[in-house]
């Protein structure tokens, strides 16, 4: 299973929005509608961010929002925080469970 | 409070073989799947093995597949994995990871602290 497609990196400034985009094919993100994404800080373990495209766990601000189109699924950061700086990890369902490559987000 | 606490890793040499577990507390551990996802070093998160609710289905990756079994005891809510013919490509940081669902839909919303396992001679 080949992981999922995401840009190695992406900035914002504090305030800003900021869309992170995780492309897979119709056999994962385009044909199922579990896709999860994950904050994950150096050294720590992975936070659930979003679950099943666009619903978000107890206690993740809603500042954090999930959609999909197609084969692409998309996290989008609103109103940017430097506590938002991390790696960012989309996931899909596939049979199995195959994740992103990883977005490196940087709050300028 | 929810947890899972995995231990077992450590430093073996290639064909070597180590067993992690994952203990867990907080919820009712047989009703959930639970993956194991592993990070090499700068790398991305890897699902490596995942387990149904009740044990009947289990998940392997191909890199693994055939070196590595998945097992869980849900009467002492612990998981499993064991390992055997290590190689250097399996050094990493080792999570368990709760699943939302009895099956692994993706959604892992507690995850443990990670053990290290380092194959190197």
């Known amino acids: 299973q080949s992981a999922l497609t995401q840009p190695r990196s992406v900035s914002g400034s504090p305030g800003q929005s900021v869309t992170i985009s995780c492309t897979g094919t119709?056999?994962?993100?385009?044909?199922?509608?579990?896709v999860s994404w994950y904050q994950q800080y150096p050294g720590k373990a992975p936070k659930l961010m979003i679950y099943d495209v666009n619903k978000r766990p107890s206690g993740v601000p809603d500042r954090f929002s999930g959609s999909k189109s197609g084969n692409m699924a998309s996290l989008t950061i609103s109103g940017l925080q430097a506590e938002d700086e991390a790696d960012y990890y989309c996931c899909s369902y596939a049979g199995n469970v195959v994740f992103g490559g990883g977005t490196n987000l940087t709050v300028l | 409070e929810v947890q899972l606490l995995e231990s077992g890793g450590g430093l073996v040499q290639p064909g070597g073989s180590l067993r992690l577990s994952c203990a867990a507390s907080?919820?009712?551990?047989?009703?959930?799947?639970i993956n194991w996802v592993r990070q090499a070093p700068g790398k991305r998160l890897e699902c490596v093995s995942s387990?149904?609710?009740?044990?009947?289905?289990?998940y392997y990756a191909d890199s693994v597949r055939g070196r590595f079994t998945i097992s869980r005891d849900n009467s002492k809510n612990t998981l499993y994995l064991q390992m055997n013919s290590l190689r250097a490509e399996d050094t990493a940081v080792y999570y368990c990871?709760?699943?939302?669902?009895?099956?692994?839909?993706?959604?892992?919303?507690?995850w443990g602290q990670g053990t290290t396992v380092t194959v190197s001679s």
């Open positions: 387990i149904t609710s009740s044990g009947a289905s289990t």
């Open positions: 119709s056999t994962d993100v385009g044909g199922y509608d579990y």
């Open positions: 990871a709760k699943d939302q669902r009895s099956w692994n839909s993706g959604g892992m919303d507690v």
């Open positions: 907080g919820f009712t551990f047989g009703s959930y799947a």
